[in-house]
């Protein structure tokens, strides 16, 4: 009988039910795990190191759950603290484990969708001000000569969160931002929403735009592109447990997590608490 090994989702809030919502979509034959560190929320204005540190902790939390292949469903970590993770920690922690982020993916897919190489990225403060995007974006295809700008939209979580989506004050910041990004490009073709909570407000987003722009939520890039990686590495896909099932963990209170992630997620959800 094979080890009970599911693939494991973090996020610092409840974003990344939207990651593992298409994750569940294309890939429903897996286990999951879902931790969400909600009671250290939000990570977009805290330090690398705090959010290092905290994403490490993470991780290790998920690999004793019996976690093989962990998916960082947070933009801001993935900025932050996957580079280090995978490069300095992995090795001594176990070199047969995986960690991957939502950037990279995201990324391959915009140079997939763009026309004319004019893209723009959405996102926290913190995941803008680390410019992961940028390096990103010129490490994965010089060739193209991608020319992105980006917009920090510091109110678009608390929005998402307090269920505000489709208020005036709610429109009033969507438009603002969008309008301050066109600014910086009039000629932008595809905008990658760089934070998993912006999904939510996508019709907002689309009616402040130009309809030619293509706008990507990040739950399907990923799932799909986790679909590919798994083809390409047998030997990681061949660890991950089948049974369909799902397991949320919160380091909040329970009741409070799942209310909010039965908002997220369309349907009740039972979790239990964690510490990190």
């Not at 959010?51 to 292949?69: I, M, P, R, S």
């Not at 709610?170 to 909570?197: M, Q, R, S, W």
């Not at 739950?219 to 049974?243: M, N, Q």
Request: charged letters at 25%; proline letters at 5%; glycine letters at 6%.
């Amino acid at each position: 009988m094979q080890k009970y090994s599911p693939i494991g989702v973090f996020d610092s809030g409840y974003g990344g039910l939207t990651v593992l919502n298409e994750l569940k979509k294309r890939l429903p034959k897996y286990n999951y795990i879902y931790l969400g560190d909600n009671a250290r929320t939000p990570y977009g204005t805290r330090s690398f190191d705090v959010v290092y540190e905290y994403t490490l902790e993470a991780v290790k939390k998920l690999f004793d759950l019996g976690c093989h292949l962990v998916i960082v469903a947070c933009n801001t970590a993935s900025a932050k603290a996957l580079r280090n993770i995978q490069q300095l920690d992995l090795p001594h922690i176990d070199p047969s484990k995986r960690v991957l982020g939502v950037i990279r993916p995201s990324v391959e897919k915009v140079v997939e969708v763009t026309k004319n190489n004019r893209v723009g990225v959405l996102g926290t403060v913190g995941t803008v001000t680390s410019e992961s995007y940028l390096m990103e974006f010129q490490k994965i295809n010089k060739k193209r000569q991608i020319k992105a700008v980006q917009e920090a939209c510091p109110m678009w979580v608390p929005i998402v969160e307090n269920n505000e989506i489709g208020t005036p004050g709610a429109n009033y910041f969507v438009e603002k931002n969008l309008e301050n990004l066109l600014k910086k490009d009039p000629d932008l073709d595809t905008i990658i929403l760089g934070c998993t909570h912006y999904p939510f407000l996508i019709n907002q987003i689309k009616e402040y735009l130009p309809s030619h722009i293509n706008v990507l939520p990040q739950g399907s890039i990923v799932a799909e592109k986790l679909e590919d990686y798994l083809v390409r590495h047998p030997e990681i896909e061949i660890k991950c447990s089948k049974g369909k099932t799902t397991n949320f963990y919160t380091t909040e209170s329970v009741a409070t997590f799942e209310k909010r992630a039965g908002f997220f997620l369309g349907k009740a959800v039972n979790a239990k608490h964690i510490s990190l």
